[in-house]
């Protein structure tokens, strides 16, 4: 069974640096392609960033330069680093095995404000 478990989210001033967790269980990290979506306030998922095999990673043009996905094998634990985080990047940050969000865990909330 696919198991996500997103972590790490909090809240920070505008430019400031959050680094996400999504621990993977159920299947092996690298053998599948990954995802980050995002859930702002009355708004719908947004695909953030997809990690490819080999940590190839491709970004929304909204995020692109300021975050940074990556992957830990031994721990089989995805990361998103957020950096140069603005208001609106406020959401909740999930993990999942789809752009649409499949499989996704409870989230980890992401709050940016003064």
């Known amino acids: 069974e696919v198991q996500l478990v997103e972590s790490g989210g909090g809240l920070v001033q505008p430019g400031g640096s959050l680094k996400l967790s999504c621990a993977a269980s159920g299947f092996t990290l690298n053998t599948r392609i990954m995802y980050w979506v995002r859930q702002a306030p009355g708004k719908g998922l947004e695909w953030v960033s997809t990690m490819h095999s080999g940590n190839v990673g491709h970004y929304a043009d909204s995020v692109r330069g300021r975050f940074t996905m990556s992957t830990d094998s031994a721990k089989n634990t995805l990361y998103l680093q957020l950096n140069s985080l603005k208001i609106e990047d406020t959401a909740m940050y999930y993990c999942?095995?789809?752009?649409?969000?499949?499989?996704r865990g409870q989230g980890t909330q992401v709050t940016v404000s003064s």
């Open positions: 999942a095995t789809s752009p649409a969000g499949l499989d």
